[in-house]
């Protein structure tokens, strides 16, 4: 495979940095500016490769669901929905404490761009359809909904109080998921 271009190397590589400028500074510190301190480059080479910081976030979006995907592929749980979880909220090596953050400010700044605000809708539920599959069959499509509800709220809530949620999410996940499992073997049986 060939070695990707220079122009998506750069945009990669800004993204990085808009990230940990996100995460660092919340979306109130997000500007060209910062992200170009942070890239280290001129802020007008940001905007050759972004028109405008409404692109950032869009390719922003693309890039943490790409991401988390990769993560949840790498996992060593056979069970694909016991990956899923374990990669949207295990706090380990293979977390990313930076994208978390970074998607707080995403969901913050879907609120006032109805374009952005489209994308992370369709980025959410494409997330519960995923949730759905993952599941085989054990969850409805509620239930795969509170799963991905489960996760957001477990992002936020760890961006704002890190040292109160670390380590509790993943396995409260998995047992509400095991609980809703149940639930619903239950009510299969009772037709």
Not at 50 to 70: C, H, I, M, N, W
């Amino acid at each position: 495979m060939g070695r990707p271009s220079l122009r998506t190397e750069r945009r990669a590589e800004l993204l990085q940095a808009f990230v940990r400028v996100l995460g660092a500074h919340g979306r109130g510190g997000a500007t060209i500016a910062n992200v170009a301190v942070e890239a280290g480059i001129a802020p007008g080479l940001v905007h050759h490769y972004f028109t405008d910081k409404s692109e950032l976030y869009s390719a922003l979006v693309e890039q943490l669901v790409a991401g988390f995907r990769t993560r949840a592929a790498r996992a060593t749980v056979p069970d694909p929905l016991e990956a899923y979880v374990h990669a949207a909220l295990d706090l380990g090596d293979t977390s990313d404490v930076a994208a978390a953050r970074a998607w707080v400010g995403v969901f913050a700044e879907a609120l006032g761009d109805p374009t952005l605000f489209a994308k992370v809708r369709r980025a959410l539920d494409a997330e519960v359809a995923h949730v759905e599959r993952c599941a085989r069959g054990a969850l409805s499509a509620a239930d795969a909904s509170a799963v991905v509800a489960f996760v957001v709220g477990a992002l936020v809530f760890g961006a704002f109080a890190p040292r109160k949620t670390a380590g509790f999410a993943a396995p409260r996940l998995l047992r509400l998921i095991a609980a809703l499992s149940v639930d619903r073997n239950r009510k299969a049986s009772a037709r």
